[in-house]
């Protein structure tokens, strides 16, 4: 099974940066695992924010996060990333960390394997 864990969370003013961070741990990795980055504020849908390919590094992003999010990996750490710039109050949510066996964004569908979420408060 693959476990992830969130961290980095917490309370930021708008225009500020933050990053949080998800440690994967599994049995075994696909030689094209991926993992990404999902968002879900109160009275609103899951969102999808953005992915990257674990064996290669590509990524897709949201329109909504373009040009402010990026998302990279340590794969000696077994680490995701999300450094979150230019932060809005409607980026507000808990963001969750997921893995998933291949690489096909934009997961209208989620992945297959979900961390427990981790709150980000972006205060005007």
């Known amino acids: 099974q693959v476990q992830l864990v969130e961290s980095g969370g917490g309370l930021v003013l708008a225009g500020g940066s933050l990053r949080l961070s998800c440690v994967a741990s599994a049995r075994s990795f696909s030689s094209y695992y991926a993992m990404g980055w999902f968002r879900q504020a109160p009275g609103k849908e899951r969102e999808f924010v953005g992915a990257i390919s674990w064996s290669g590094g590509s990524t897709y992003y949201a329109d909504t996060v373009k040009g402010r999010f990026t998302i990279s990996r340590d794969g000696a750490k077994n680490t995701v990333y999300l450094q979150m710039n230019s932060l809005k109050p409607e980026d507000t949510a808990v963001y969750y960390c997921?893995?998933?066996?291949?690489?096909?964004?934009?997961?209208?569908?989620?992945?297959?394997?979900w961390g427990k979420g981790i709150l980000v408060t972006v205060s005007s």
């Open positions: 997921a893995a998933d066996p291949a690489f096909r964004p934009p997961y209208r569908d989620g992945m297959d394997y």
